[in-house]
């Protein structure tokens, strides 16, 4: 792989507006799912359930960033 390639894989990109109203949308709806969980009886389940929300929400961030 080449140093460009590499760079362009890990550089911070910078979103336009759109984008970061996209980002705010898409946090917000994690948000939301995530105080539904919590209100959930400590368990593996729910642990496991809060780490892919935020998998998720990682995943989609990133998602508006490339396009």
């Known amino acids: 792989m080449d140093q460009a390639t ?3 894989l890990f550089n911070s990109k910078i979103l336009n507006d759109e984008q970061k109203r996209n980002v705010d949308k898409v946090s917000e709806a ?3 799912v995530a105080h539904v969980v919590s209100e959930l009886p400590d ?11 935020q998998q998720a929400k990682m995943w989609s961030v990133e998602a508006i960033a490339k396009n």
Do not use: G, H, Q, Y
Not at 46 to 52: R, Y
């Open 30 to 32: 994690f948000i939301c």
């Open 43 to 53: 368990s593996r389940e729910k642990s496991l359930a809060i780490t892919n929300l």
């Open 6 to 8: 590499v760079d362009k």
